[in-house]
Protein backbone atom coordinates (compact mmCIF):
# COMPACT_ATOMS: atom_id res chain seq x y z
CA UNK A 1 0.00 0.00 0.00
CA UNK A 2 1.41 3.59 -0.99
CA UNK A 3 0.49 6.23 0.71
CA UNK A 4 1.21 10.36 1.11
CA UNK A 5 2.12 11.61 4.58
CA UNK A 6 1.70 15.13 3.41
CA UNK A 7 -0.63 14.71 0.80
CA UNK A 8 -1.16 18.48 0.71
CA UNK A 9 2.21 19.35 -1.07
CA UNK A 10 0.88 17.54 -4.20
CA UNK A 11 -0.98 20.19 -5.22
CA UNK A 12 2.37 22.02 -6.23
CA UNK A 13 2.36 19.66 -9.21
CA UNK A 14 0.04 22.05 -10.47
CA UNK A 15 2.79 24.82 -10.42
CA UNK A 16 4.87 22.29 -13.04
CA UNK A 17 2.14 23.33 -16.70
CA UNK A 18 2.90 26.35 -15.24
CA UNK A 19 6.69 26.75 -15.28
CA UNK A 20 6.36 25.05 -18.86
CA UNK A 21 4.33 28.03 -20.32
CA UNK A 22 6.45 30.45 -18.90
CA UNK A 23 9.53 28.86 -20.49
CA UNK A 24 8.16 28.42 -23.47
CA UNK A 25 6.81 32.25 -23.45
CA UNK A 26 10.56 33.40 -22.82
CA UNK A 27 12.15 31.12 -25.82
CA UNK A 28 9.12 32.82 -28.20
CA UNK A 29 10.13 36.14 -26.99
CA UNK A 30 13.90 35.24 -27.01
CA UNK A 31 13.38 34.35 -30.63
CA UNK A 32 11.48 37.49 -31.69
CA UNK A 33 14.22 39.21 -30.46
CA UNK A 34 17.26 37.84 -32.45
CA UNK A 35 15.20 38.35 -34.86
CA UNK A 36 14.60 42.10 -34.93
CA UNK A 37 18.07 42.32 -33.92
CA UNK A 38 19.37 41.40 -37.44
CA UNK A 39 18.87 39.41 -40.83
CA UNK A 40 17.92 35.61 -40.43
CA UNK A 41 21.07 34.35 -41.96
CA UNK A 42 23.56 37.03 -40.00
CA UNK A 43 21.50 35.56 -36.84
CA UNK A 44 21.80 31.71 -37.84
CA UNK A 45 25.89 31.88 -38.51
CA UNK A 46 26.05 34.03 -35.38
CA UNK A 47 24.26 31.23 -33.34
CA UNK A 48 25.40 28.16 -34.96
CA UNK A 49 27.05 26.86 -31.68
CA UNK A 50 24.02 27.33 -29.71
CA UNK A 51 21.78 24.17 -29.42
CA UNK A 52 17.60 24.65 -29.73
CA UNK A 53 17.18 20.57 -28.31
CA UNK A 54 19.64 21.15 -25.50
CA UNK A 55 17.96 23.78 -24.39
CA UNK A 56 14.92 22.12 -24.92
CA UNK A 57 16.29 19.40 -22.67
CA UNK A 58 17.84 21.30 -19.80
CA UNK A 59 14.50 22.86 -19.46
CA UNK A 60 12.28 19.84 -18.92
CA UNK A 61 15.40 18.40 -16.52
CA UNK A 62 14.83 21.42 -14.63
CA UNK A 63 10.75 20.74 -14.47
CA UNK A 64 11.54 17.32 -13.59
CA UNK A 65 13.49 18.20 -10.88
CA UNK A 66 10.71 20.05 -9.31
CA UNK A 67 8.12 17.36 -9.56
CA UNK A 68 10.42 14.65 -7.83
CA UNK A 69 11.25 17.43 -5.21
CA UNK A 70 7.52 18.10 -4.82
CA UNK A 71 6.57 14.56 -4.63
CA UNK A 72 9.67 14.13 -1.93
CA UNK A 73 7.75 16.64 0.17
CA UNK A 74 4.81 14.88 0.23
CA UNK A 75 7.02 11.80 1.48
CA UNK A 76 5.40 8.72 -0.06
CA UNK A 77 5.40 5.82 2.10
CA UNK A 78 5.26 2.05 1.71
CA UNK A 79 3.35 -0.20 3.94
CA UNK A 80 5.51 -2.50 5.26
CA UNK A 81 3.12 -5.47 7.48
CA UNK A 82 -0.21 -5.64 7.32
CA UNK A 83 -2.21 -7.61 10.29
CA UNK A 84 -4.98 -7.53 12.44
CA UNK A 85 -5.54 -4.73 14.46
CA UNK A 86 -8.29 -5.27 17.77
CA UNK A 87 -10.49 -2.36 17.89
CA UNK A 88 -13.11 -1.94 20.67
CA UNK A 89 -16.27 0.29 20.33
CA UNK A 90 -19.67 0.48 18.66
CA UNK A 91 -21.24 0.67 15.53
CA UNK A 92 -23.66 4.37 15.11
CA UNK A 93 -25.61 5.18 11.66
CA UNK A 94 -26.93 8.92 12.48
CA UNK A 95 -29.85 9.03 9.97
CA UNK A 96 -30.05 12.25 8.82
CA UNK A 97 -33.24 13.81 7.71
CA UNK A 98 -32.13 16.65 4.83
CA UNK A 99 -35.70 17.00 3.65
CA UNK A 100 -36.84 20.96 2.94
CA UNK A 101 -38.87 21.41 5.84
CA UNK A 102 -34.90 20.66 8.12
CA UNK A 103 -34.88 24.24 6.81
CA UNK A 104 -36.91 26.01 9.12
CA UNK A 105 -35.77 28.41 11.22
CA UNK A 106 -37.70 27.47 14.74
CA UNK A 107 -34.19 26.28 15.98
CA UNK A 108 -31.65 28.32 15.11
CA UNK A 109 -29.99 28.77 12.82
CA UNK A 110 -31.96 26.25 10.56
CA UNK A 111 -33.16 22.33 11.78
CA UNK A 112 -30.66 21.06 9.77
CA UNK A 113 -27.62 23.70 10.90
CA UNK A 114 -28.17 22.25 14.16
CA UNK A 115 -27.93 18.54 13.66
CA UNK A 116 -24.71 18.76 11.29
CA UNK A 117 -23.13 20.69 14.43
CA UNK A 118 -24.08 18.24 16.96
CA UNK A 119 -22.91 15.43 14.54
CA UNK A 120 -19.90 17.26 14.21
CA UNK A 121 -19.31 17.24 17.99
CA UNK A 122 -20.18 14.20 18.51
CA UNK A 123 -17.18 12.53 15.66
CA UNK A 124 -14.93 14.96 17.79
CA UNK A 125 -15.71 12.87 20.82
CA UNK A 126 -15.71 9.13 19.14
CA UNK A 127 -13.03 7.25 19.93
CA UNK A 128 -12.69 3.90 18.91
CA UNK A 129 -16.66 3.75 17.68
CA UNK A 130 -17.84 3.67 13.65
CA UNK A 131 -19.91 5.66 12.50
CA UNK A 132 -22.16 6.34 9.71
CA UNK A 133 -24.29 8.87 7.78
CA UNK A 134 -27.38 7.80 5.70
CA UNK A 135 -29.62 10.92 4.47
CA UNK A 136 -33.13 10.63 4.18
CA UNK A 137 -35.92 12.71 2.07
CA UNK A 138 -38.53 11.01 0.42
CA UNK A 139 -35.35 8.08 0.17
CA UNK A 140 -32.10 7.08 1.62
CA UNK A 141 -28.91 7.05 0.47
CA UNK A 142 -25.43 6.49 2.46
CA UNK A 143 -23.71 9.14 2.52
CA UNK A 144 -20.80 7.72 3.78
CA UNK A 145 -20.64 3.97 5.27
CA UNK A 146 -19.47 3.35 9.02
CA UNK A 147 -15.57 4.31 9.35
CA UNK A 148 -13.36 5.45 11.87
CA UNK A 149 -11.59 7.84 9.77
CA UNK A 150 -13.62 10.77 11.34
CA UNK A 151 -11.82 13.62 9.08
CA UNK A 152 -13.56 12.12 5.70
CA UNK A 153 -16.55 11.67 7.69
CA UNK A 154 -16.86 15.30 8.62
CA UNK A 155 -15.82 16.21 5.21
CA UNK A 156 -18.80 13.82 3.82
CA UNK A 157 -21.44 15.41 6.17
CA UNK A 158 -20.49 19.17 5.35
CA UNK A 159 -21.69 18.10 1.96
CA UNK A 160 -25.16 16.85 2.99
CA UNK A 161 -27.73 19.36 2.60
CA UNK A 162 -31.57 19.78 1.14
CA UNK A 163 -30.01 19.10 -2.64
CA UNK A 164 -28.49 15.73 -2.31
CA UNK A 165 -31.66 13.69 -2.51
CA UNK A 166 -33.72 14.34 -5.69
CA UNK A 167 -37.07 13.11 -3.94
CA UNK A 168 -38.64 15.22 -1.33
CA UNK A 169 -41.03 14.17 1.57
CA UNK A 170 -39.69 12.61 5.16
CA UNK A 171 -39.53 8.51 4.84
CA UNK A 172 -37.89 7.83 8.27
CA UNK A 173 -38.68 4.02 7.51
CA UNK A 174 -36.97 4.07 4.32
CA UNK A 175 -33.49 5.54 6.28
CA UNK A 176 -34.16 2.67 9.13
CA UNK A 177 -33.82 0.01 6.34
CA UNK A 178 -31.00 1.67 4.39
CA UNK A 179 -28.81 2.02 7.58
CA UNK A 180 -29.77 -1.86 8.86
CA UNK A 181 -28.39 -2.82 5.09
CA UNK A 182 -25.58 -0.72 5.60
CA UNK A 183 -24.14 -2.42 8.89
CA UNK A 184 -21.85 -5.23 8.74
CA UNK A 185 -23.22 -8.15 10.56
CA UNK A 186 -20.54 -10.26 10.92
CA UNK A 187 -18.76 -8.12 13.17
CA UNK A 188 -20.04 -8.69 16.59
CA UNK A 189 -20.45 -5.02 18.04
CA UNK A 190 -23.85 -3.44 19.25
CA UNK A 191 -25.53 -1.25 16.68
CA UNK A 192 -27.54 1.91 16.97
CA UNK A 193 -29.09 3.83 14.63
CA UNK A 194 -29.59 7.30 15.98
CA UNK A 195 -32.78 9.16 13.25
CA UNK A 196 -32.55 13.22 13.90
CA UNK A 197 -35.36 14.50 11.90
CA UNK A 198 -38.85 16.61 12.44
CA UNK A 199 -40.52 13.86 12.16
CA UNK A 200 -43.43 14.72 9.85
CA UNK A 201 -45.07 13.31 7.39
CA UNK A 202 -43.73 9.73 8.84
CA UNK A 203 -45.82 6.92 7.86
CA UNK A 204 -46.53 3.61 9.20
CA UNK A 205 -43.72 1.35 7.59
CA UNK A 206 -41.12 3.77 9.86
CA UNK A 207 -42.81 1.55 12.75
CA UNK A 208 -42.75 -1.60 10.74
CA UNK A 209 -39.11 -1.24 9.59
CA UNK A 210 -38.31 0.01 13.62
CA UNK A 211 -39.76 -3.74 14.82
CA UNK A 212 -37.44 -5.08 12.14
CA UNK A 213 -34.47 -3.13 13.67
CA UNK A 214 -35.21 -4.49 17.08
CA UNK A 215 -35.48 -8.20 16.18
CA UNK A 216 -31.76 -7.59 14.51
CA UNK A 217 -30.55 -6.31 17.97
CA UNK A 218 -30.27 -2.78 16.38
CA UNK A 219 -31.04 0.28 19.07
CA UNK A 220 -32.82 3.06 18.26
CA UNK A 221 -32.68 6.38 19.49
CA UNK A 222 -34.70 9.42 17.32
CA UNK A 223 -33.93 13.34 18.03
CA UNK A 224 -37.06 15.39 16.96
CA UNK A 225 -35.90 19.05 16.08
CA UNK A 226 -38.72 21.66 15.95
CA UNK A 227 -41.93 22.11 17.31
CA UNK A 228 -45.25 21.18 17.33
CA UNK A 229 -46.72 24.41 16.98
CA UNK A 230 -44.85 24.52 13.72
CA UNK A 231 -43.00 26.69 11.39
CA UNK A 232 -42.49 27.94 7.91
CA UNK A 233 -39.95 27.69 5.41
CA UNK A 234 -38.05 30.60 4.32
CA UNK A 235 -37.38 31.02 0.86
CA UNK A 236 -33.95 33.18 -0.61
CA UNK A 237 -32.44 34.01 -3.56
CA UNK A 238 -29.05 33.24 -4.72
CA UNK A 239 -27.92 36.16 -2.75
CA UNK A 240 -28.55 34.76 0.09
CA UNK A 241 -32.00 37.15 0.91
CA UNK A 242 -35.16 35.80 2.65
CA UNK A 243 -37.91 36.96 -0.55
CA UNK A 244 -40.70 34.57 0.86
CA UNK A 245 -41.61 30.98 2.28
CA UNK A 246 -42.47 27.86 0.92
CA UNK A 247 -46.15 27.66 -0.34
CA UNK A 248 -48.46 25.21 -1.10
CA UNK A 249 -50.31 24.62 -4.87
CA UNK A 250 -53.15 26.67 -3.67
CA UNK A 251 -50.48 29.84 -2.35
CA UNK A 252 -50.47 29.55 1.20
CA UNK A 253 -47.54 29.30 3.40
CA UNK A 254 -46.63 25.85 4.80
CA UNK A 255 -46.27 25.03 8.15
CA UNK A 256 -43.93 22.45 9.00
CA UNK A 257 -44.72 20.99 12.68
CA UNK A 258 -42.88 18.42 14.77
CA UNK A 259 -44.27 14.58 15.17
CA UNK A 260 -43.19 13.82 18.78
CA UNK A 261 -45.90 11.19 19.01
CA UNK A 262 -44.11 8.93 15.99
CA UNK A 263 -40.39 9.43 17.24
CA UNK A 264 -41.35 8.71 20.65
CA UNK A 265 -43.10 5.38 19.28
CA UNK A 266 -40.04 4.23 17.09
CA UNK A 267 -37.40 4.70 20.33
CA UNK A 268 -39.44 2.68 22.32
CA UNK A 269 -40.30 -0.13 19.40
CA UNK A 270 -35.87 0.22 19.19
CA UNK A 271 -35.64 0.04 23.24
CA UNK A 272 -33.65 3.59 22.86
CA UNK A 273 -34.81 6.65 24.20
CA UNK A 274 -36.59 9.98 22.49
CA UNK A 275 -34.47 13.62 22.82
CA UNK A 276 -36.71 16.82 22.07
CA UNK A 277 -34.07 19.13 20.17
CA UNK A 278 -33.69 22.41 21.25
CA UNK A 279 -31.48 25.53 20.64
CA UNK A 280 -29.07 24.93 23.68
CA UNK A 281 -28.74 21.51 24.50
CA UNK A 282 -26.73 18.82 22.49
CA UNK A 283 -28.46 15.67 22.66
CA UNK A 284 -26.38 13.94 20.37
CA UNK A 285 -23.99 14.31 23.61
CA UNK A 286 -26.56 12.96 25.99
CA UNK A 287 -26.89 9.58 23.72
CA UNK A 288 -23.68 9.31 23.18
CA UNK A 289 -23.35 9.10 27.33
CA UNK A 290 -26.21 6.25 26.89
CA UNK A 291 -24.49 4.26 24.09
CA UNK A 292 -20.88 4.41 26.40
CA UNK A 293 -22.89 2.64 28.64
CA UNK A 294 -23.64 -0.37 26.59
CA UNK A 295 -20.69 -3.07 26.64
CA UNK A 296 -18.06 -2.53 23.95
CA UNK A 297 -17.21 -5.60 21.54
CA UNK A 298 -14.18 -5.93 20.17
CA UNK A 299 -13.83 -6.06 17.02
CA UNK A 300 -10.73 -6.60 14.11
CA UNK A 301 -9.71 -5.34 11.17
CA UNK A 302 -6.40 -5.55 8.51
CA UNK A 303 -4.44 -2.75 8.54
CA UNK A 304 -0.50 -1.34 7.77
CA UNK A 305 0.73 -1.23 10.77
CA UNK A 306 4.38 -0.24 9.62
CA UNK A 307 5.21 2.05 7.07
CA UNK A 308 8.55 3.33 5.43
CA UNK A 309 9.56 6.93 3.91
CA UNK A 310 10.38 6.70 0.45
CA UNK A 311 10.78 10.16 -0.01
CA UNK A 312 14.87 10.16 -0.12
CA UNK A 313 14.94 8.21 -3.92
CA UNK A 314 12.88 11.32 -5.26
CA UNK A 315 14.69 14.11 -4.02
CA UNK A 316 18.58 12.11 -4.53
CA UNK A 317 16.73 11.81 -8.22
CA UNK A 318 16.08 15.69 -8.56
CA UNK A 319 19.44 16.61 -7.05
CA UNK A 320 20.94 14.37 -9.74
CA UNK A 321 18.74 15.94 -12.77
CA UNK A 322 19.68 19.54 -10.87
CA UNK A 323 23.46 18.47 -11.17
CA UNK A 324 23.15 17.54 -14.86
CA UNK A 325 21.17 20.76 -15.52
CA UNK A 326 23.83 22.90 -14.21
CA UNK A 327 26.58 20.79 -16.55
CA UNK A 328 24.47 19.98 -19.57
CA UNK A 329 25.89 23.11 -22.11
CA UNK A 330 23.38 24.63 -24.82
CA UNK A 331 26.54 24.82 -26.93
CA UNK A 332 26.25 21.75 -29.52
CA UNK A 333 28.61 19.16 -29.69
CA UNK A 334 30.82 19.02 -32.56
CA UNK A 335 31.33 15.41 -33.05
CA UNK A 336 27.98 14.66 -32.78
CA UNK A 337 26.65 17.59 -34.85
CA UNK A 338 29.43 16.23 -37.61
CA UNK A 339 27.23 12.59 -37.41
CA UNK A 340 23.82 15.18 -38.15
CA UNK A 341 22.27 13.54 -41.44
CA UNK A 342 20.50 16.96 -41.55
CA UNK A 343 23.89 19.22 -41.87
CA UNK A 344 24.87 20.48 -45.07
CA UNK A 345 28.46 22.48 -45.63
CA UNK A 346 26.41 25.47 -44.54
CA UNK A 347 24.92 24.48 -41.60
CA UNK A 348 21.53 22.31 -40.93
CA UNK A 349 19.28 21.55 -43.70
CA UNK A 350 15.98 24.13 -43.34
Known sequence: MIRFAHSEYLILLGLIPA?????????????????????????GRLTDSASRSKRTWKIAILLTAV???????????????????????VDIFIALDVSLSMKAEDIKPTRLDKAKLEIRNLIARLGGDRIGLVVFAGEAFTQFPLTTDYSAANLFLDAADVDVVPEQGTSIGAAIEQAMESFDYSMPTTKVIVIITDGENTEGEAFDAAEEAAKKGILLYTIGLGSAAGSPIPVYNAAGQQTDFKRDKSGKVVVTRLDEESLEKIAAIGHGKYFHGTNSQDELDAIYKSINGLQKREFGTKQFTDFEDRFQMFLAGAIVLLVLEVFLSEKKVKWIARWNP?????????
Open 19 to 43: LAAVSWLFARRRARALMRFGEPDVI
Open 67 to 89: ALCVVGLANPQIGTRLEEVKQEG
Open 342 to 350: LRTEEGVKP
